[in-house]
């Protein structure tokens, strides 16, 4: 199997900047050779110490069509390298990407100009979401004039990845914390009632803060979802979501205990009272929210159905 790190972003987001740093960084040597192919050439370049230090070579992809698992065998054959790294080209479609069969993603990491963030989510979101879905990573450099909206670019970015780090960046470092100050309900209340908005936004913070939420009684409207083999008295109660656009939308819900579950019908809608837990459950691979009904009641639909990122 040979390692392939794909580092994805729009044109001038610093994605070869990026690769220099790690190029040169002691973590990630190797004695052996690496490929980089880069399939576009911004304002930065690759120095030639640069890469003979580090052993690596570098082939240009110009066209999107080349880049296709017969000519990447090819540049693999002529460099035989130990791993490959590729910058890829922000205006490709990330979903038409093949590798070949044998090559194995390691990690892929998007890098995003923050101070531009905004336009290309609104005027190429499509794109853009394709690059992000499969991120384990996302760094947002360039964040100084934009900190008052990093909440909101957090929100816009884990509805399509829920599972990806995303990092911000200003021109001192790394900035360390988002959403403290910024979640539309009260956690100080008996009972916290969430919104179309509320319900969205405590989706996606509770996977990285749930020590917020251990504890606390929720109240919302939900979609009842009762998937193949679920155990007994358990249930999903959630949300259908547009994540990106409108042919892209996605159930967001957390298994949840209730004892009265197989009196539920698929698709009706339910007013959930429950307790916040956290703990090991198989089909989130690991741990994740768990909720405890203390009521479900049947109520009408609301009248967004879809609740939206945007």
Known sequence: MKSVYMINGFLEAGKTDFIRFTLAAPYFQTKG???????????????????????TVMEVIEDEADFNPTKLVELEKKHKPDRIVVEFNGMWNYKNVKLPWYWRLEQQITIIDGSTFS????????????MIRGSEMIIMNRCDSVRDQLNMFKRNLKAVNSKCDVIFEDSNGEIDEIFEEDLPFDLQQDIVTLDNEGYGIWYLDCTDHPERYV???????????????FPKNYFVPGRM???????????????????????????EWVKVTAEFTYGYWKDYDGEGPILRAISVEKTKAP????????
Do not use: H, W
């Open 303 to 310: 009248k967004e159905e879809v609740i939206s990122f945007s």
């Open 119 to 130: 336009m290309y989510y609104s005027n190429m979101r499509s794109l853009l979401a394709e």
């Open 33 to 55: 050779t690496t490929l980089l192919i880069v399939c576009e050439e911004g304002e930065q370049e690759y120095e030639e110490d640069l890469l003979k230090k580090t052993r």
């Open 215 to 229: 504890g606390k009684k929720l109240s919302f409207v939900a979609m009842v979802l009762k998937p193949d083999k």
């Open 241 to 267: 979501a547009m994540t990106c656009c409108a042919d892209d939308m996605a159930f967001l819900g957390y298994a949840c205990e209730y004892s009265g579950a197989d009196s539920l019908k698929q698709k």
